[in-house]
């Protein structure tokens, strides 16, 4: 998948996803547009990130990397 993703991120596809269980904030049965995808490197390990864009904007996202998160805030 984030094969997928990269190249249409690369090709500037209009790319959406969308996920089956509520979770961090994201709706089951919502279709989220995805505005981009970067991998960052931290000491040997390598983080997926995939930005999303809500545009119900009545819940948000909460899990790891959200807009409130310390280690986004370091990366800034």
């Known amino acids: 998948m984030w094969q997928i ?3 249409g991120e690369k090709k500037n596809y209009v790319m959406t996803g969308g996920v089956f269980n ?3 904030g994201l709706v089951a049965g919502h279709t989220y547009t995805i505005l981009g995808v970067n991998e960052i490197h931290q000491q040997d390990k390598a983080t997926k990130l995939v930005r999303l864009r ?3 904007v009545t819940d948000k996202y909460t ?3 959200n807009n409130d998160d310390p280690q986004l805030k370091e990366k800034a």
Do not use: Q, V
């Open 5 to 7: 993703l990269s190249e």
């Open 22 to 24: 509520n979770e961090n």
């Open 54 to 56: 809500n545009p119900w």
């Open 63 to 65: 899990g790891p990397w």
